[in-house]
Nanobody, 123 residues
Framework: VQLQAYGGGLVQAGDSLRLACAAS????????MGWFRQAPGKEREFVGA????????HYADSAKGRFTISRDNAKNTVYLQMSSLKPEDTAIYYC?????????????????WGQGTQVTVSS
C-alpha cells in the first residue's frame, strides 16, 4: 500500500483543518491507520489512529476533544479533522499504516508512511 497525505496549510489559532490520507493498493481490515506529527526540533509523536476494518479511533491526550479521525473505506481515505487549533499543533503531519492494534502509538511499528503535510497555526 502507498499513502499520500494532504490538506495541510496555514491557519490561525482557533481554526479548523481537515487532513486526508489516501491509500492506494490493497488494504486489509486489520490495518491500523495512524496519524503522527513532528514539530521542528522535536521527536515524532502519535496523534491518533483508527482500524481500517472498524471500531473507534484512539487519540493522544493532546488530540482528545479537538481532533477526530474517520475513514471512508469506499474512497480508501482516512481523515484527521482538527479543530480549535493551537500554535503548538504546528508540525508536519504524517499518516502511516501497520498491521494489528497492538502498540499503535509506537511509530516504529508502522510499515508504510505517507510523505507528510505541513500544518502551521499562527497565533
Amino acid at each position: 500500500v502507498q499513502l499520500q497525505a494532504y490538506g495541510g496549510g496555514l491557519v490561525q489559532a482557533g481554526d479548523s483543518l481537515r487532513l486526508a490520507c489516501a491509500a492506494s493498493g490493497r488494504t486489509f481490515s486489520t490495518y491500523v491507520m495512524g496519524w503522527f506529527r513532528q514539530a521542528p526540533g522535536k521527536e515524532r509523536e502519535f496523534v491518533g489512529a483508527i482500524m481500517w476494518g472498524g471500531g473507534n479511533a484512539h487519540y493522544a491526550d493532546s488530540a482528545k476533544g479537538r481532533f477526530t479521525i474517520s475513514r471512508d473505506n469506499a474512497k480508501n481515505t482516512v481523515y484527521l479533522q482538527m479543530s480549535s487549533l493551537k500554535p503548538e499543533d504546528t508540525a508536519i503531519y504524517y499518516c502511516a499504516v501497520k498491521f494489528g492494534a497492538m502498540r499503535m502509538t509506537t511509530d516504529n511499528e508502522y510499515i508504510t508512511w505517507g510523505q507528510g503535510t505541513q500544518v502551521t497555526v499562527s497565533s
